[in-house]
């Protein structure tokens, strides 16, 4: 079955720190590839996403994820973290042929940016 | 409204209860899903409708758990017998449907939680 697998449940870090938070998926077919953050009190919304093309895709708020299909990775970076990317993340799997439609998350990772 | 609405925000009920929670999708939106988000457990695909499509269940946890999707518009999800293991907050969210965009826009969320 497909799944998704961040291996970091819980991430402290100090601002103006380097971000990498892990995502991998078992599926071995073409997949479209997703970043959602939950920001405390609010709903999901859509950070990124890789469908095709150039592997390293950019995001909102200077966040970027790079699709390496040989390791079935999409780890999520930021250069510089700031107090205000405190949140949940979340990395999420789709099947990239047919309309399948299924969305399939990870368990998330919390972020926890000291000022 | 312009997004995803859902209700109730809060439910408390008893074990051994039934429940519903209702879904208002965005307008014009052909896709909606249901998830589960439990502490620890990131979100937990439920059922997914596209269009006239039979719907996928594949993600409801049991025979208990239920969901009808009424004129391609409003959804409910429908727990029976309700247990304390069902306590999360359920998602709900829509895409546009046909080409597999992956965006999907979440509501709030409704908390249950079963004494």
């Known amino acids: 079955a497909q799944s998704v697998s961040q291996h970091n449940h819980h991430v402290i870090l100090s601002e103006a720190a380097s971000l990498e938070l892990g995502c991998n998926y078992s599926?071995?077919?073409?997949?479209?590839l997703f970043w959602y953050v939950q920001y405390p009190g609010q709903h999901l919304q859509l950070l990124l996403k890789?469908?095709?093309?150039?592997?390293l895709v950019k995001g909102i708020k200077g966040f970027e994820a790079e699709f390496i299909k040989s390791k079935f990775s999409f780890n999520l970076r930021k250069p510089s973290v700031q107090w205000s990317d405190t949140a949940e993340y979340f990395c999420?799997?789709?099947?990239?042929?047919?309309?399948?439609?299924?969305?399939?998350f990870g368990q998330g990772t919390t972020l926890q940016v000291k000022p | 409204g312009a997004g995803v609405s859902q209700s109730p925000s809060n439910k408390v009920t008893e074990k051994g209860k039934d429940v519903e929670l209702r879904c208002d999708p965005i307008?014009?939106?052909?896709?909606l899903y249901w998830y589960r988000q439990s502490l620890g457990q990131g979100l937990e695909f439920l059922i997914y409708?596209?269009?006239?499509?039979?719907?996928?269940k594949s993600g409801l946890p049991s025979d208990r758990f239920s969901a009808e999707r009424t004129g391609g518009s409003v959804s409910t999800l429908t727990i029976q017998r309700t247990q304390q293991e069902d306590s999360a907050v359920y998602l709900c969210?829509?895409?546009?449907?046909?080409?597999?965009?992956?965006?999907?826009?979440f509501g709030e969320g409704s908390r249950l939680t079963v004494l």
């Open positions: 969210a829509s895409t546009p449907g046909g080409a597999n965009t992956g965006e999907l826009f």
């Open positions: 890789y469908f095709s093309g150039d592997p």
């Open positions: 599926y071995g077919g073409t997949v479209n």
């Open positions: 307008s014009g939106h052909t896709a």
């Open positions: 409708f596209q269009g006239n499509s039979a719907p996928d």
């Open positions: 999420a799997v789709t099947r990239g042929s047919g309309n399948t439609g299924k969305l399939i």
